[in-house]
């Protein structure tokens, strides 16, 4: 393999070893050999509370050799009720200002607040129509992120159905391996993604073997490094290329036995795993 053919990123979830600063995750991320990486809004904001600031972390992960790929924040922008929408809508609104501050192309916006209830698709739409305009200003794309233990927005096939329907052209999808299958118990819905319609993946596997707790029971910190799992890897990630995606691709894991290891070790890890698993297509 000459390179590979996707962006490969890592999400700062990931490397939850401890007290971790974002400067030791940015340096972990960028010597382990990834070209992006994906931080959550908090963690900026504790850059920011230290006396950094947006411009100084730019150029922090620039002369890293990086590119911020991805803001993970949870605003509840799709909630029934008027005054959460609005402080939800005002929290898209600071997020995705900072996100162009930092060169950031994307921001993911997945179900929260509204994932433990049933709320019909298009009223998801129309809110997710409404964050879009809102958000417009910053020139940077809202990604909608579906989560498989969620009762709205819990697959592929839901966020494709609202971002069609929101009103918006060309808004593309964040999906997820372990949230793909946890919502539906198998893979085929990567089938129906390609370039036009997703716009970042999230690159992880489930675990395998008699000791794997059932898919009921999964939860986040049961997923494992690209290749230690279950997951048909190789093939959803040789469809993704046929059909034209290119990156980002970010390693996304929340396992608690890896934030027991140093941040380093991890993240050359996940590199390395990632790696091999791109080897096989």
């Known amino acids: 393999m000459k390179s590979p053919p996707f962006l490969l990123a890592l ?13 030791t995750k940015i340096d972990a991320t960028a ?59 005002r929290e898209a609104d600071r997020v995705f200002r900072m996100a162009s501050e930092l060169e950031c ?6 179900p929260a607040g509204i994932h433990q209830k ?19 200003p910053y020139g940077v794309e809202p990604l909608l992120e579906y989560w498989g233990i969620a009762k709205t927005l ?34 085929t819905d990567f089938s129906s993604l390609n370039a036009d319609n997703l716009g970042l993946l999230h690159l992880n ?3 395998a073997g008699a000791e794997a707790p059932s898919r009921e029971a999964m939860t986040d910190k049961d997923r494992v490094y690209p290749g230690d799992g279950c997951a048909p890897l190789s093939s959803i990630l040789a469809g993704l290329k046929n059909a034209g995606f290119k990156g980002p691709v970010s390693v996304e894991l929340f396992n608690q036995e890896y934030w027991c ?6 993240a050359q890890t996940a590199f390395e795993k990632t790696l091999r698993v791109l080897r096989t297509l």
């Open 118 to 136: 049933h709320v019909p698709l298009h009223e998801v739409a129309e809110r997710f129509g409404g964050l879009c305009e809102t958000v417009q």
């Open 154 to 187: 819990g697959s592929v096939a839901d966020a494709l159905n609202v971002a069609g329907d929101a009103g918006p052209k060309g808004i593309r999808i964040l999906a997820d391996v372990f949230h793909t299958f946890k919502g539906t118990g198998g893979y």
């Open 205 to 207: 596997d489930v675990p």
């Open 31 to 89: 010597e382990a050999g990834f070209e992006g990486i994906e931080p959550w809004v908090s963690e900026v904001d504790a850059w920011v509370a230290d006396g950094g600031s947006l411009v100084d972390l730019q150029r922090t992960i620039a002369a890293a050799g990086l590119k911020t790929v991805n803001l993970i924040s949870f605003p509840h922008w799709a909630s029934a009720d008027a005054e959460e929408r609005a402080a939800g809508l």
């Open 11 to 23: 999400n700062t979830s990931t490397l939850r070893c401890g007290e971790t600063s974002l400067q």
């Open 261 to 266: 290891r140093p941040p380093l070790e991890v």
């Open 105 to 110: 192309p994307a921001v993911a916006v997945p």
